[in-house]
């Protein structure tokens, strides 16, 4: 029996799609390195944008002529079951209920075997206590937390998700130790706000990570900038291995449209955040994300945004036109901006995000920086990252996945960098 999963969204969705990989071998599956070879499919979806939902509708044709073969030529597809799970909304649970034979949630992840029919179940019932099945040896996602309390007006994750749930500090010290005995570069604490954490403080917990023995990178994502302290701050710039790199979404670069949003904080607040943080942390390289679009919001209003892009001069943001979630707040808000203008606004976002990004990254030139090489581009060329996140493109004929090397930057783009290896 074989399974494929099939995974969109955000990393912490990555990261269950490890975990039930890993409930599904331990009931006796084996992975298929096709689609067209699994016994069982996953399809674990994200919600968070239409656009995101309608990718697991496009997978469906596939299942269809999945199904068709199984008829024709009697083959191992007889058994074929489909799984949907992952951040499934009320409203598209009714709509995917004839298309898929299980609509499962992780949460109940140790029940999965025994609803689909195998081996017994994993002995806990707290699905993050389940092992996962890595997908690399070098790069971790640890969850340290799932669900979210925050209610933004435009995001359906406290639904799909629930409340904030933190996971036992013991329990998230106890596997990244074990991941860095085996040899692990980096970790990714997740969380949909990682700084809500509250087994013990967000800062507390980097600080005990940092103190694992070992030579690994502390990464995390993501927080919100109404939670981050000044503590947190200080203990980012003591922490060696905690890198420079941070994604603080703002959201919007209004007032108005971030009160409307939920947001409970000011654009004075962030920029003097901001000013805390690099203060602290000079090197530290700021991603955001940003909603183009969000109801009502005007061209003033969304220059606002602009003169916030210019003035921080983001190293990346994630830049989202507003799409209406079912049973959010802002659902029920009069969808005013044309689905073009919120295309250019993403596009004048963008071209800035170009310049600042060029601007940021020319200043790598001649530094010899740490990387860790994450992927090989083609036979001797090697995509890498730097603390602060940055892409590295290099060439080597030696097999670096994995390892840190020192690279010297030459060549600087707006989304990345060129050097050499030392
Ligand atoms: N429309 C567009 N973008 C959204 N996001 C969340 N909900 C929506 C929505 N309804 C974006 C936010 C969030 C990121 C993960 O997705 O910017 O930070
Ligand atoms: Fe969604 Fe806001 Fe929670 Fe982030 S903080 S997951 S945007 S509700």
Redesign the pocket.
């Known amino acids: 029996m074989k399974y494929f999963i099939i995974t969109f969204g955000?990393q912490m969705n990555k990261s269950d799609s490890e975990r039930i990989a890993s409930v599904l071998e331990s009931a006796g599956y084996k992975s298929a390195l096709k689609i067209d070879e699994a016994d069982l499919i996953v399809v674990n979806m994200c919600s968070?944008?239409k656009s995101a939902a309608d990718r697991a509708y496009g997978v469906l044709p596939k299942f269809e002529k999945l199904k068709i073969k199984k008829d024709s030529s009697g083959s191992k597809q007889q058994n074929l079951k489909t799984v949907l799970t992952g951040c499934v909304l009320k409203k598209d649970r009714k709509k995917f209920t004839e298309k898929f034979d299980f609509i499962l949630d992780v949460k109940n992840l140790s029940k999965w075997p025994e609803i689909l029919g195998s081996n017994p179940p994993p002995k806990t019932d707290n699905y993050l206590k389940i092992e996962p099945k890595y997908s690399n040896n070098f790069s971790a996602f640890v969850p340290i937390m799932t669900g979210c309390n925050n209610f933004c007006a435009?995001?359906?994750v406290p639904y799909a998700r629930g409340s904030e749930v933190s996971r036992p500090a013991e329990e998230i010290i106890c596997e990244v130790g074990n991941l860095i005995k085996r040899g692990y570069k980096e970790i990714w604490l997740l969380g949909q706000n990682v700084n809500s954490y509250n087994s013990i403080s967000f800062s507390q917990l980097l600080k005990k990570i940092n103190d694992i023995p070992g030579e690994f990178w502390i990464r995390f994502t993501?927080s919100h900038p109404k939670d981050f302290s000044d503590e947190l701050i200080e203990v980012m710039a003591d922490c060696k291995k905690v890198t420079e790199y941070l994604n603080l979404?703002v959201?919007s670069g209004d007032n108005e449209i971030l009160k409307k949003m939920n947001r409970p904080y000011t654009i004075e607040y962030y920029k003097n955040l901001v000013k805390k943080i690099r203060k602290k942390i000079p090197d530290i390289a700021l991603s955001t994300?940003?909603?183009v679009g969000f109801p009502g919001e005007t061209e003033k209003q969304f220059e606002n945004t602009i003169k916030l892009f210019k003035e921080i001069k983001f190293d990346m943001a994630?830049i989202?036109?507003?799409?209406?979630?079912p049973g959010?707040a802002?659902a029920k808000m009069e969808d005013t901006v044309p689905q073009k203008e919120r295309g250019r606004r993403e596009k004048v976002l963008t071209e800035i995000l170009k310049e600042t990004a060029l601007e940021n990254n020319k200043k790598y030139i001649n530094k010899e920086i740490e990387v860790l090489v994450e992927n090989k581009k083609s036979s001797n060329s090697w995509l890498g990252k730097t603390r602060t996140h940055k892409n590295v493109q290099f060439e080597s004929k030696e097999n670096l996945l994995g390892q840190f090397v020192k690279i010297k930057i030459t060549n600087a783009l707006p989304w990345g960098l060129k050097g050499e290896i030392l």
């Open positions: 955000c968070v944008r435009y995001c359906v993501s979404p959201q994300d940003i909603i994630y989202f036109k507003y799409s209406p979630r959010t802002a």
